[in-house]
């Protein structure tokens, strides 16, 4: 192996960076050149490439997004789009291929492996945390701390004014942002699309709350929950209790800005690794960490093994709000 | 003088505690008693209050929201609210009123003052900004380094992806959160009631800037410019420009949340300044700051006088990002 | 079992609060009274304990430090002072107590079991990460993102000037928060007291790296290196290198603090978790979190067993910076 | 006017980007080329002179520290250093220089004018705010929310311990950010260099005050208050009021970090104005802010004229913590 490809793809996280500066730097030390593709499948299919050294990764720890930039590739879904990213691959040199991003990034890479053997291995990059073999995904603690945050300064609105508020989070398929930032916050009730929203269930407790002397009240609410979007459930629990629901959808401020810590120093991690195993001849596999440690799955498993959502954790957001 | 009341009305806004801090506080130094009233003018109207001291406002500087809590009283916009109001002034024996609120609060407040005579002093508290006789408004400078966070985490996820983002920020009838959250976040156009909104023009200004090699776009607009909400012009300019615009409306996050050093230290200055006020027997005011120092103006003043968007600061907008 | 107490003791921590709130309310669920002790030790000598309800805890989760406060008390360690403090807890029909804190909180405890039989429940907090049986304590994560910010912003100056800088983080016995921080950061070097610091060797990384280029360097150094403090290890570079070192200690901004997501989640699980344990006749035991899952250790493992940092992180923290 | 140069120099402080940016874009926009000279003076004397465009501005407002990097130049200060910047200035052809720094850089400029009629404007950059002519400075008021943020958490660890803290803030000429902070964190004694310290005094208001019933008590104070530094002050206090004194000294971490909304809202303003002046044919003076807007003023008075603290500020210090 002498030189590898790093790209990412899928909506961007915080501490992407940190795993691209993982990936190069670990790579240099094993004497490999490294190639940034930019714009996900989309610049390994237009050649949209650098290559990069040291100084490439420098002062980005601190820095939200991807500096090789990110899209969804509708081409690469195709066998002809991923047929000319493969000439690419083979013209430049490319080894292997590091690929940074979510379930459906994994997809394409699976069938780039599949349909022309290229050596690859995901790190799993994605503020939503539903990627199977891996308790941490890129960017999900920063995207819970500062939805926290957000929710925080509603509650300060909220109790001045006593309202009810209905907050939606990020998480299509995953309450998990909803469930962490709900019990972290002090939400009084919190919808995920892993359990079965019972309106009518929500509006009595609310109901019951407020005759109890809540001044305030927040529903936190995962935007792929099955009752719908906020809107639509706001409307329903506005007929039910009779009294005005506050409705903030925190949106796509919740994908950018500083990383954290954890964020940083488990993209660090999973950077290294990635190298790491690329070199010692492992591919289709994703790196990822489970119980603290960092281990490998076969891509596949990424997308078909649903982690769901911890019954403890569920035990505890009704226990601590009622 | 012996009683004063004092009370939070209307949005709330980060610094609303510093300045119910200063008020007790200073109150406290000239004998006075103090008694806060809950929840506006409807504590006023429901006899809500109760008598602070010294310890009632301790550690609240760093704490959003107000601790009175606030509303807006329809009760009170009608005279026989405002006589259930002055029976419980009086029988509390309350001789002097400080009230924290905007415009909407003022003209009540005036209206008191002018029914029976009670001495009152108005602080401005809103994150608008838009209150005639001050420069400043309790938890404006808060308001806008939120706005500007979210903003600068809008601008990571723009950039990676490469999208054209419009951002809708508070200011009902006042553009000065859009229009400083946008040249400090270095918005490529920026939508604000006090100047009409040709949506072609900002077709064309980003189209333009999209074929010089932007890769990102945002769009800060405030709620009531005059093109519409968020939704109906980020519509119309999909049209125009021919690529997906993505919206992002704040909301509630801009009000509450950890006061700025800012806010904390004008609205102390004009919790104190109140007090000062009222004791050496002006009423019918409100304290504000001009040029940096505190003055007085008569309440009706606050709601009368419009103070403009500073032209200098709509030049430095375009001449920055074109 | 029918009432139980709880206290916080020992240096105080973000998330504290998210625990006793979980202690308190779960105890409800249980239909057990709660006592809220103040002071720690010290409140359970001199009786200074108050009965807490849903109630007492609201609003505390965004809150730093603890409501209970906090103490190192000095009576407690000598059997006497253990003699009033177990009166105090009979004479108040207290059958069972949570105390949050570290290590040397947890002795007191095992000692006060020991003694009397008294059963009770350990939850770790401290900031610095060294208790045997967790993977996690309380604070930690928060100590280490506030460390981070600082860390962020010195590297601004540092680059600004072209400085090497040596900051100093908390850990008087662990290097947990240098560790982290300091890759999180990318600090060119880490000291931390589990591996034995060569002065030479610091030295001649920063001359080289000056020499290749780096315009900034920061050394990260946990409090209790071998090495020494700051200013002795700043003033024995400072020679070898021949340039100025500029020093910072953090101090005390790294305990208090917006608690994190995660430490409002785990603090919050594990204040559950302790009462269920007390509940269901457990004692002289400490919950903590291993793999991700909670999980209990009988007390006196806790300062026994030493987890020692993670040979991985080591590695990295050189890889990436060399 | 054809060319002109911008440099940074002394402390960095954040927004200096922004006044870059502004400079560089203005001057654009008068069909002017724009030389970045790096690392202040030094860069001048050392010709490390780069041309900027539009785009090496891009993506800079919301980082702290300086792009161009800063230096105190002793070479500068004797007449052989301006001798070989000027003939650099001339060697580049350029026609004007813009100047962001503090008093010190701006006595270097006003002698470069003296003795080689250079037109060049300054721009107030310094966290200290102890320039005449301007009621802001650049990076004053992300320092003051930085040392906020910082007393904020002290103050957690204060109350939950029932300590004394004394915290040292930047200023060694200025107490403005003690000042400020202090009274925004509700300190109980501000010490900064404008106001006698009288240690005496200090030990009485804290002793008092415990004796009310303070839990804790923050003295901040300013790095050059006449009393002596944190330690010096601390050691004295320790032995007048008989108990520990924990001492914080802030340090580095108040010049970099994020800019606020405040910093880079004025930082553009000026960088826009001083542009203009310099294109108008004005030189060695300053531009600054005034009662809101921009003036200007001559060099010399910027270090000349003393501003003096606002007596109004230390009144309402006192009056709220007293």
Redesign the interface.
């Known amino acids: 192996m002498k030189i590898i490809g790093v790209l ?1 793809s899928g ?2 996280s ?1 501490g992407m960076n ?1 795993a691209i ?2 990936v190069v ?2 790579a240099l ?1 094993y004497n490999l050149s490294v190639f940034g593709i930019k ?1 996900g499948y989309e610049g390994l299919i237009e050649d949209d490439i650098l290559e990069m050294d040291y100084d490439s990764v420098s ?1 980005i ?6 500096i090789l ?3 969804r590739s509708k081409e690469f879904l195709k066998p002809e789009g991923r047929k000319k990213a493969i000439k690419n691959v083979r013209r430049r040199g490319i080894d292997g291929l590091v690929v940074i991003g979510g379930d459906g990034s994994f997809q394409g890479a699976h069938k780039l492996y599949e349909e022309y053997g290229i050596p690859l291995v995901g790190i799993p990059g994605t503020i939503d945390n539903d990627i199977g073999g891996t ?1 941490y995904t890129i960017g999900y ?1 920063t995207a ?3 939805a ?3 929710l ?6 909220a ?4 309202r009810v ?1 209905l907050v939606e989070v990020m998480g299509k398929h995953a309450g998990y942002i909803a469930l ?2 709900g ?4 939400a009084e009730v919190i919808l995920i699309p892993e359990v079965t929203t019972d309106v009518d269930a929500v509006a009595r407790k609310l109901s019951g709350g407020i005759k109890k002397g809540w ?1 305030s009240a927040i529903v936190v609410v995962a935007e792929g929950d099955d009752a719908g979007g906020a809107f639509k459930i706001s409307k329903k629990l506005k007929e039910k209790i009779g009294r005005d629901i ?13 990383p ?3 964020d ?2 488990n993209a ?2 999973l950077g ?1 690794a990635a190298v790491d195993m690329l070199v010692s001849g492992q591919t289709d596999i994703m790196v990822g960490i ?3 440690r ?1 281990v490998s799955t076969s891509l596949s498993k990424t997308w078909t093994q649903k982690k769901g959502v911890d019954a ?2 569920i ?2 957001a009704k ?2 709000s ?1």
Chains 1, 2, 3, 4 share one sequence.
């Open positions: 990412t909506g961007d915080a940190a500066r993982a730097r670990t030390t714009r002062g720890l601190s820095r939200g997004g991807t930039y990110s899209a308790e603690d819970c701390n500062i926290l945050e957000a925080d300064k509603i509650r300060d609105t109790q001045s004014h006593g508020f962490e930032t019990i972290a916050s002090g001044r506050w409705v903030t959808i925190l949106g796509h401020i919740q994908r950018g800005g500083v954290s810590a954890v940083r120093i660090s991690r290294v489970v119980s603290g960092v403890d954790l035990r505890i226990l601590l009622s």
